[in-house]
């Protein structure tokens, strides 16, 4: 029987080959190719339940706990969500093959960039099916192969799905290893998916920090990487009371569980009158407040006091810390330490503190008087999402199709020659 | 005494603490930075030859080559190059700050994107010290930190250059720590430096294959790199005569040494009437020509055979290897198999096969009638390089300021909140 190594060698290698393929496809195939895995999903329907339903009894008998589980679901309204997510990438314009910047140099050649896909990608994630196919929905709209691989406990669900991609993709007379889904619940197969530059382009990991900091500290291809969203909204000394007050409660309470939700609320040593209103209407909404002592002498009712660690964490939950601030040189320094570098918000009306808190803050988002909740690909008008990347090189921030691609410069000559 | 990584450690928590004063530096300060630089060295000459000199002596000792010594000579010419090179950065256009398509949401919030300096930027290369002056010039004109780990066969030249870097950023006021040359010859700081992401953002190795591998292989931060240049000219069935010979001549004999030389010509076998008169052309220059067996029919003056070794070899010298191929299919799949995805160049008058070649070719420069020696950040019209990345991720080709920087989402709010 052949090794882990030699089988994800095997899938690299086929990727590869692939993927030169799918980056020559025309749109009109890449599209037909997403309609063709959209009706081989709908055919299927009844397969895809019955495999998901393998997976569920096989999750409720390891114990899986009840967040995990829903993860898992695949039932009829999210395979309707499956439906209309690939309607939806193949009305998305193609990212592909657009030449930009063209210009005429003095030597006489003219010279543009080329938008081209960035050949292999491999996707890293955890419980939840529909990943198998809003990733390889995304990976084949911009011409790359996709390697993906899911969680183990997904796996008879992950299996079904392949089967309805390579349905698609015969259907259209496109290589079935453009999209390939690992098929064995072996963890030594992310170590090898990780370890072959030569197979592998970029590796995007989605799930949770443990995942992601293991692949990037191993990985020896480049990793997209998305860690904690420890978001800040920044209540200036100019702040609009009333803008303030809704974007502190939307930031936070909209939903929780979001990378992109606040978690530390800084207010201007000026800015206290608002304080108490918004601590109200966050702690209406059922959020538990942790205040510096300042935060707390302002506001009696918060009786837990924000401990060092507080600053440090994604909540992921109805908890946020507050602290007080003066001014907005120590609300940037607050943030600059404790930041994840994912959104940050400044609630003001001055201009100039406006502009410095949008140059000077080194987020992926920088905002001005707008919840942070708006952080998100759909929200950017990118039309999809991959995920959402706190590092600076090639893509920062919501990743939509054009983080998949990449750029060659095209030089049109007529017989030029350097001198 | 403290360890190289105590050292290390102490140069990037100096740097990133640097790179948050010099990125929200004005341009006119940074100009001002680059300048004052410049007038250090003018005055400095002298100091600058003789530690040079130093250099040179201990070379001769060491037994350094012919090329080596010379890539390590800093003359009056050099440092005259070196002083224009600071003033023409100095008038390159502000990389930072621009926010572009900046468009309206549905929800009524603004979206765009502004460039942003990355940080920190590590860069580590080899004998010539021109480099200290030109890698400190564009990352402080882009708005970053730079630690540059020059050779140890220069370092009384870079610790000389460094003195002129310190006098000038001292005389604007800037934090001496934005340039900071690392002042060991011990070749573990090299091995800290590209292990440190808590303090450095990315690194940029300049200098042989063995250097850029090991840096790659190693790093546990993103590496811009730069490996061969084993750039082809394909000569299409339907090439001009005249295009295909200039072209031809000059992408192999302009210069040897330089990445961008075609290292192996590929002509289709309904072009070979062309090859006689280029083989002559290019061999009474003075080059050795290395023939496919066919090759070697149509011109019997070639008698060396090109083994699968020379398709794989960057010459960097007078050598060229020739294969005939059977059209543009065969030509793609042997740069596909050999080429280093620097830059490839097809000659042909087919608009339908041109644009093919341009679409298809997988390499960082893709030109049609055009000499491969174009592919440079001045001929694109950059202003300014600081390497050519034969990566996909993040910058692709010359890379020049915009290299240097990220962008940043930027949203302009009124108070907007997420439904």
Redesign the interface.
Known sequence: MESIQQYMQAVGADARAAS?KI??ATVASRNAALIAIKDAIARNREMLLKANREDLERGLVSGLDAPLMDRLELNNERIDGLLASLEQVANLPDPV?AIDGV?T?D?G?R?GK?R?P??VIGIVYESRPNVTIEAAALCLKSGNAAILRGGSEAISSNRALDRCITEGLEQVGLPTAVVQVVDTTDRAAVGELIAMPEFV??VIPRGGKGLIERIA?DA?V?VLKHLDGICHVFIDADA?P??AL??A???KT?RYGTCNTMETLLVDAAATALLPSIATAISDKGVELRGCERTRQIVPSITIEAAEEDWQTEYLAPILSVRIVDGIDAAMAHI?QYSSGHTE?IVTENYSTAMRF???V??????????T???DGF???LGAEIGIST????A???VGLEGLT?????????????Q
């Open positions: 030169k980056a020559a093959g210009r140099m030597s050649i010279v080329m081209v960035l050949g382009d970029i500290r020896r480049p609009d009333e803008k809704a974007i409660v939307n930031a909209q600059d918000s949008m140059r000077e080194d987020s992926s988002s920088v905002m001005v008087n707008a919840s909740r708006f952080a929200e950017y008008g590092d600076k090189l090639h920062r921030g919501p990449s750029c060659k410069y095209v030089v049109f000559g007529d017989g030029h020659i350097r």
